[in-house]
Every structure is written in structure tokens, then in C-alpha cells.
């Protein structure tokens, strides 16, 4: 049986009275596409920040490919093949596109703290990086500062960042937020485009990309795990359509 | 009584005067998060109205002390309207170098209208001498101040915690836009908390005069001491303010008691420890 | 789309290839440093001063405009390297260029040890960290009169001519080619590291402090090694201090001379490189016109200043100059 990708067991964190995660036990499969359903608060990208040490667990442990990374700090992780983006993109205004994942390449190919050999050197990382915003449809605007670029191609460039890192597993925090339909195109394509050697959690409202790339899906409601299903199980489950199906507001249960 | 207790007396003295000049900036800085290194302008501007109505009007000096609170609010709310309320969503450096600013026009113009002397200050016979208890003596004049900032304390605290007004600034605090999410003007909170503040600090620069001096420079002199407070203290609080300022009035004081030569050394490496163990400061968040 | 074509045939390589290349700005800046020689041989003094403070000001650019940590306390390392290179003269060993790399190793290390600390913290607590470091250093350096003077400074710093032959005139030539040199040397140091992929670490950093770790950065380790190579360059300024004035005080790691650089660095503009010299070369040449003037007026005008900066001119003299070219040279067309 083949180890899972990444996996949560019994992770545990409140802040006071209010638990953020209780008892969460995730396995994600290598290569698997999984999506993280829930309502607004219930505990979704606090388990991501949990996942990828922004966060410290008070109980509970991460495993990575085998390897216990409780205790490593969120670059750390990354290194190792961990990576997410955010659902609110954090990107570097003032950097263009393609200075911010050559940035992420450099750092990954271990070389960002070079300073006696200019940036020209580096042509395979320059290249690297500008495959990856090709990939993604961005090589046009590549020389554009991050805050000249619209909102969606904002977000590609989020992907663009974890993927420079060459990620094992990555966590993608609302990938298709706040982006209007006429820009979506590029980001679904990226997504499908993805790898099958990236295990793929994501999680998301939009109920179009849960069905459409997700072969199973987790629904987290005030901290705990829910159920786990595949999408078709999770949209004919009633408890599910109580909590949250009900407030989808885009895409219904086929 | 040994002398210890003589020295911590005029610690706890040192350190109210620096509650009541600090106490504004907390609180600002913790709701708004707008670094205003202009805070002890309005400290000096209330030392010198005291001054100016006690000298030139013959004014007596307990009543200019309400005087200098309002003279110090007023300046804050004009200042506020006209230049602060365009950055409170600039970077850290643009508010620190625009208060920096305002900070060098006061020294300028202080020293311009009143020169660069020290003021000279006439407390009233009553306010004077000391008394003297278990073999020490104690300043009445610090007394008086331990007294007033006592007071203005627990008047603080009270309208902190027991009021609605009080639980708005602590709402606005904590988190500024849940705070705009359930109805409170946070702008007209800030406005009116600002005025109060400053205004404190224009009692506590009147109050300073007659144990710390009043001279143009006083400006940037106690900044330093104040960033302390508020640093160490933690923003966004008053009892942190009033622990803080008590810590390092204190250390302060034994500092230059027991190690002269080193002089203020003390207060700094006090402020470098709290700062590395807990960066928010003691009562501070995050 | 035409700018789609523009960037295809331009490819990524050849775009930074152009970034890295002097512009004819640059040298005409170098070019113009020659020209006191010329023009001005009476202010050579006045010349070697400000390419000190220039050369501070550069370092406080790496960690301030380049890297967003906000320093009251920079003073401390360009004080250590004064201090440094007028004790070694002071005790017998006046050769100017090992008393340089004396001054920058033991700035340098300084600016390590404390690195360690800076490194840790973000927003207030790292300024007044910064401002803790400088104030406990001046403390330390006035208590510890007996070997740094105290509130007289040093006595007895004499400078031995650079490389057996070059002496110290009173006109200032000797001072003002060591300074100029020196700071053109270090220039190229930066601006290496600014075009390096450590230039554009930390450019992140600044940019988006928090974004870096999630890409795998060690950004500790990146801040770190930028603090400690600028606080071995404002050592460097600090000796040339000492050496070409002959004089140390206790002024020289100060919480005026930190603040006073940060201003001049504001004024020029932060993030560019040039900003430091230039609004070094603004400040100073100012403050020698109106030397006369009673220094409560001069902050006054200071003051004003920073606040017309801040309102009007936040990225300073060189931001200023730029917005103004690309408003009058509309090259590119808009998307």
C-alpha cells in the first residue's frame, strides 16, 4: 500500500474557548485531487496554516511522504515539497511577474543568497521561471509589475509561486476567488494542467471546479471533519446540503 | 526606613508622569495603529501654556493644569484633522518622518517664543517642601503627582472597562474592522480618544515642569522614554502603560542611585529584554 | 498587441541583461563627483565629508530602502568603525587602509552578533530594538571614557599617508580623492548585490515579508547577511570619518547622526542606490550655506521639509525626478 502523500492525525488547536480544529484526521493519497469544502469559519485555511506550520497544532501530528514535519518551520516544509497559495493573494507588488518566480526558484534551487554574481548568470533559473509563467499564460505580461496585473492573472501568479517551488503536495486556498467568470478560463486550464505528480488539496466554493477536478471531497463544518466522499456521495448527502449546499451560489448537485 | 524606599518613592513619582504622557500613545497606536512620534509635542505644548499663564497672567499653577490638558487636545484635533488622518494607511516610516517632522517645527518654534532656557515654574508654598515620614523625606510636590495620576488611573481604568465607550475603544483595539462591521465609528472613536490622549500628555508635560524641566528639547527627549513605555507596556493598553511606566520609572531611579556611572543604561537594557521575550509588549497582543 | 510582441521578442534574459546596465545617468553621476576638484577646490573638505556621509547613507539603504527594516540606531556600527580605526592610530598604527578593513571586520562583526536580534522582529519592537542597540552603545562608549575619551573624543589620531605616498593635505585633495574612491568601491559592492538573486530576496522581503517563507525562503538567514554587510560599510564610513578629520567624538554613534542619515536618505529617495549620496549631497551642502544660521531654525526648515517630503514626495528627490521623466517621455503605450 503506498504511503500517503500527506496526512493530519488528530490535529487539535483553539484559541481560548473557540476551537479552530478538533481531532481533524486527513489522508491525502499520492496524485490525488481533493477538494475541502465548508462553510465561511469552519476551520478550512486555519487547517491549511496548520498543514504548513503557520499555525503550531496543540496536538496532533503532520506527516509528509513519511516523514514527521510537526516540528519543521513553514520553509522547511516547503523545501520538502509542501506548498500553498492563499486564498487572499500575497503576492510582491513591485516586483514583475517574472522577477517574483524567479525569486521562488532561486530560493528553491538553493542560490538566493548569492550576492556577489548578478541575476543574469542565473539563466536557468530565469528560463525556468518564465516556462512556468508560459504554462500559465502569462509569458506576455511577464515584465509587468504584480500590481498592474489583473485580478486574475493575479491569481495564476499566486499558482505560478507555489509552482516554482516544484511542489509534492499543494494546498490551493480558493483558487478561483473573486475571479470574474471572462478570467476563470486560464485558471481552470492551470489547474487541470497541473502535474498527476502533485497530490492536490483545494479548497473552494465554487462547486463547478469541486465537481469538475475533485475525485473526493471533505467537508469541514465548525472545526471537525464532517464526512468524506466522492462528490456525488457529498452532493446527495442531506446533512451536507443543510449545512452548506444550500448556500452555494454557483454550480448545483447534478 | 532604609533610603530604598526614598528611592522608590521618586521612581513610582518619575514613573506616573511618564503613565500620563504615554498613556495617550498606547491607546492610539494600539487602535489606529498610527505611530505618532509627536505625542510629547503636546506634552511640551502643555508645559509651556502653564508656563506662559502662570508667568505672564499670574495664573495660579492648579488651575492652568486643566488649561494645558484642553490647549494640548485642541492642537491634536487641528493637527489630526489636517495632516495625521491622511496616514493612517501609509507604511510605518512615512507616519514616523511626517510626526518627525512636526516634532523638529515644535522644538523650532519653542525655542523661537520662549528661548532655549530652562522655564522657571512658581509651585505654591503648599505644594511645596516635604514631609518628612519614618526618617525619609517626601517631596509634597511628588506626592501631589502620585496623587493626581492615581486618580486619573482609576478614572481611566473605570471608563475602560465600565462604560460603553470604553468597551468601544477596547473593541476598536482588538480588531478594528469587526469593529466597523458592528456599527462603530471607529474614525469618531479614534478622533475623540486621540484628543484625550494628547490632552493627558499636556497635563502630564504641565506636571513634568517642576520635577523634569521644560526646555525646547523636551520634545524628543522623553519620545524616547515614552516609546518605551508604550513598547514595553504593549500597545493598545492601560494598566500595560501604567505597569510599564512604573517598571521603568523605577528602574530609572535605581539606576542612577546604584550605578550612576552607567546612568540611564538600565531603563535601555530593561526595555531590550521585555522586547526579546515578548515582542508585543507585556500587556500587548499577538 | 503590440506590447505583447515588444516582450516576445524581448526575451526574459535580455530584459534583466537591461537592467543591469549603466545608464548614461550614472556615469554622468560619477563623472560630476570629479568635478569639485575643478570647480570648487576651496570645498574639498566639505566634498570628502559628504561622500562619507554618502557612503552611510548607502549602507542604510540596504537594510532600510532595499530590505524594509527601519533602523533608529545605524549610527552604532559607522560610531564602532570610527572608534576602531582612531584607537588604532591613537595606540601607534595610523596606515589608513588596514585601519579601513580594522574599522569594517569589526563593525562587521558587531552588526553580526546584533543581526541575530534584529532578525527576529518586525514593526515596533524592531525599531526600538534598532533605537535600543544605538542608545545602549552611546551609553557603554560615554561611560567607557577611558578609552574612547569620552565627551572630548580621541586625541591624538594621526593618519599616515595612503600607500606610503599620498599625504593628507590641508586642502583636502588627498581626503577627498580616499573618500571618493572608497565610496565608488563599495558602490560597485552594492550594486552588485542589488542586481545579484540576494538583491532580489531581499527586495522580496521588503515587498512581502510574510509571502517569503511560503516560497521556501530563509528569510532570517537573508536578513541577517544584509544587516551585517551594511553594517561593515557604515564601519568603513566611519573610519574614513576618523581618519580624514583626525578626530572621534561620541557624536559619531549618536542618535542625531542616525537620524540625520535617515533623513538625508528620505530626502534622496530609498530603494534607488543613489538616494543615499544624493540626498546626502542636498543635506549637507544646505546645512554649510546656512552653517550661520542658529541650529533651532535649521530643524525648523528640516522639519517642514520631511513633512513636504512625506505628503508630497514620499519616494524622495530621485523618486520625484523619476515620476517627473516618465511623465514627460510617454514610451510605452498604456494597456
Known sequence: MSESALSARGINKSF???????????????????????????????????????????????????????ALPPDERVRRGLVRTFQINSLFPHLTALESVTLAVCERRRVASTWWRPLTAYGEEVDEAHAILSRLALAAVCHRRTRELAYGQ?????????????????????????????????LFAAIAGLSRDITVLFIEHDMDLVFRFASRVIVMVGGRVLLEGTPAEIAADSRVRAVYLGKAHRGTAP | MPPVF???????????????????????????????????????????????????????FLLTLPIAFLAAAAASVVLERVFFRRFYNAGELEQCLLTIGIVFVSIAGAAYIYGTDQQPVHLPPYLQGSIVFAGLDFAIYRLFLIGIALVITVVLIATVEATRFGAQVRAAVNNQRMARGLGIDVDRLFAITFALGSGLAGLGGALAIAMLGLDPSFALTYLIYVLIVVSVGGLGSVAGSFVAAMLLGVSDEAGKYYIPAFGSVLIYLVMMVVIMWRPAGLFGRR | MSSATIDAAFGPRQFLRAQNRWRWTEIAFWLATLLPFVLTPDYLVLASQIAITGLFALSLDLILGFSGIISLGHAAYFGMGAYTAGLLSVWGWG?????????????????????????????????????????????????????????????????????????????????????????????????????SPFGLSLRGIRENGQRMPAIGAATRAHIRTIYTIAAVMAGIAGALLAQTTETVSLETLGFQRSADVLVMLILGGTGRLYGGPIGAIVYMVARDQFSGLNPQYWYFWIGLLLIAVVMFMPDGILGGLALALRRLTPRRAKD
Open chain 3, 95 to 195: 596606515e589608513p587602509l588596514t585601519g579601513l578593513l580594522a574599522a569594517g571586520v569589526t563593525a562587521g562583526l558587531f552588526g553580526y552578533l546584533t543581526s541575530f536580534i534584529i532578525a527576529r522582529f518586525r514593526h515596533l519592537a524592531l525599531i526600538m530594538i534598532t533605537l535600543g542597540i544605538g542608545l545602549l552603545l552611546q551609553e557603554a562608549a560615554n561611560s567607557a571614557s577611558f578609552i574612547t575619551g569620552g565627551f572630548d573624543g580621541l586625541q591624538g589620531i594621526h593618519t599616515w599617508p595612503i600607500l606610503n605616498r599620498f599625504d593628507f593635505d590641508l586642502y583636502g585633495r588627498t581626503a577627498y580623492s580616499y573618500a571618493l574612491v572608497v565610496l565608488f568601491l563599495t558602490f560597485l559592492v552594492a550594486r552588485r548585490i542589488i542586481h
Open chain 2, 6 to 60: 526614598g528611592m522608590l518613592f521618586d521612581g513610582i513619582a518619575y514613573g506616573m508622569l511618564l503613565f500620563l504622557m504615554s498613556v495617550g500613545l498606547s491607546v492610539t497606536l494600539g487602535m489606529m495603529n498610527f505611530v505618532n512620534l509627536a505625542h510629547c509635542s503636546f506634552a511640551m505644548l502643555g508645559g509651556y501654556v502653564a508656563v506662559t499663564l502662570m508667568n505672564a497672567f499670574g495664573w495660579p
Open chain 1, 16 to 70: 481560548g474557548s473557540l476551537i479552530v480544529a478538533s481531532d481533524i484526521e486527513i489522508d491525502l493519497p499520492a496524485g490525488v485531487r481533493y477538494a475541502l469544502i465548508g462553510p465561511n469559519g469552519a476551520g478550512k485555511t486555519t487547517l491549511i496554516n496548520l498543514m504548513t506550520g503557520m499555525l503550531r497544532p496543540d496536538a496532533g501530528r503532520i506527516v509528509l511522504g513519511g516523514d514527521d514535519i510537526t
Open chain 1, 154 to 186: 493575479q491569481r495564476l501568479l499566486e499558482i505560478a509561486l507555489a509552482l516554482a517551488a516544484k511542489p509534492k503536495v499543494l494546498l490551493l486556498d480558493e483558487p478561483a476567488a473573486g475571479v470574474p467568470r471572462e478570467e476563470s478560463q486560464d
